[in-house]
């Protein structure tokens, strides 16, 4: 039987990040979290980590910065006491703007931690997998790339050049590497969202319910764990994808 996974998570200390972390934790695997600021919550998650038996790891980097992101997986291998073999790509910066208020600026700020720093770690993951061993890439994206809007078009952008790189890469870095995405619908309130009014429109979905951050924990477990499937996006958003919004859910 393979040993299980050695995972690096970017914002592993958070909101969707900190249900993959506990879900991989919970199968056995070895954790090491990525944060950018430093607060109660990396120690608190890295206590409830450790309480499933496994080793647990902290390493602090800004995404947006492109000169601090390679050394996050040597630090992560480093804090584990054994190479990574698998990576979560889930930081992401979510600001709103259109094609009115979009500039170059507001691009920039959302490539550099939605896009290239996930290439960057992909790399790095890749250099340092020990030679005959297999890794593994989970990517969350967004169910707004199959029913794009004009909200947040700057972070819709950085999402479709991260979905490109996973299709490229899980054919380009096979049999060394597979490349899965989770696209999750409506989970979390937005930043700054009342919770009444997230509660409002959570399940305001085809299927009259929405995903829960279990549901997406759930889904990345099987992805890191199934063997045999790689160029794949499950989207778990209870159907959201079909009711063709003209606007981000958030603003109904």
Request: aromatic fraction near 4%; proline fraction near 6%; charged fraction near 15%.
């Amino acid at each position: 039987m393979n040993q299980p996974h050695a995972v690096l998570i970017t914002g592993g200390a958070r909101r969707l990040g900190a249900a993959m972390a506990l879900a991989c934790a919970g199968a056995g695997m070895d954790v090491a979290i990525h944060y950018r600021t430093e607060g109660p919550a990396v120690a608190e998650m890295l206590d409830r980590l450790r309480a499933h038996g496994v080793a647990a790891t902290a390493v602090a980097g800004d995404l947006a910065d492109p000169r601090q992101v390679p050394g996050l997986m040597p630090a992560a291998a480093e804090g584990l006491g054994r190479p990574l073999t698998a990576l979560v790509n889930s930081a992401s910066i979510f600001e709103w703007d259109d094609i009115t208020s979009l500039s170059a600026d507001r691009l920039v700020a959302h490539y550099l931690p939605n896009t290239v720093a996930p290439a960057l770690l992909s790399q790095a993951l890749l250099a340092q997998l020990p030679a005959g061993a297999a890794g593994t890439i989970v990517n969350i994206l967004d169910q707004k790339l199959s029913n794009p809007n004009g909200d947040h078009l700057s972070y819709t952008l950085s999402k479709y050049a991260l979905m490109g790189l996973g299709k490229t890469l899980a054919r380009a870095a096979a049999p060394r590497l597979r490349v899965n995405a989770i696209a999750p619908g409506y989970v979390l309130p937005a930043p700054g969202q009342e919770q009444a009014a997230f509660e409002r429109l959570h399940d305001r979905t085809p299927l009259g319910r929405g995903p829960d951050a279990d549901d997406i924990a759930a889904a990345c477990l099987y992805l890191l764990q199934a063997d045999k499937v790689t160029g794949q996006t499950i989207h778990v958003d209870a159907g959201l994808r079909f009711a063709s919004l003209e606007r981000d859910i958030s603003f109904y």
